[in-house]
């Protein structure tokens, strides 16, 4: 299992509780797109997880940034996304980000808000906050591969799945 995260925005601790804490100590990669906020939250997922793939957010800082690239490539089950924590131009420019590293599909944070939009030339995910929602839903992402490319679901820290999508090949 591939699990999405951004956006946790906390102090000490990555702040993984119920669902959340469960999938990123089940899966088999952890993405998270930025904004850990504090050096030692970057240091308590790592500690979460040896399979940490992530990515520095606008809110983070030089000891951040300096351990973690701003942009990067992941593969999952056969699927390339591009990883980004936002990108000025919006979601053309993030399918633009993902055209140019030859990506099936894009993972971004930075607004909170947890969406899987297909109506771009490039899928996009944002799996919003966990930790800190700013009025929208927790969440993260969780996907799993099948015969046709990865299940998608956006799944609270309660546990309560509220939107399934899929990316195909």
Do not use: K
């Amino acid at each position: 299992m591939l699990v999405v995260l951004s956006d946790t925005h906390s102090t000490d601790d990555p702040r993984l509780r119920g669902r959340t804490r469960e999938a990123v100590h089940e899966a088999d990669l952890v993405v998270h797109a930025g904004d850990f906020y504090h050096e030692s939250v970057l240091d308590g997922f790592e500690a979460a997880t040896d399979r940490l793939r992530a990515v520095f957010g606008n809110n983070d800082g030089a000891t951040i940034r300096d351990r973690i690239p701003e942009v990067r490539t992941v593969e999952y089950e056969g699927v390339r996304f591009a990883v980004t924590h936002r990108h000025r131009s919006g979601d053309t420019g993030l399918v633009m980000l993902g055209r140019g590293r030859d990506a099936d599909a894009v993972i971004c944070g930075h607004s909170h808000r947890p969406r899987f939009d297909d109506s771009t030339d490039l899928p996009i995910l944002n799996p919003g906050s966990h930790a800190q929602p700013r009025g929208n839903r927790p969440a993260h992402a969780e996907l799993e591969g099948d015969d046709d490319g990865l299940a998608g679901r956006l799944v609270t820290p309660d546990g309560e799945v509220f939107e399934r999508f899929r990316i195909e090949f």
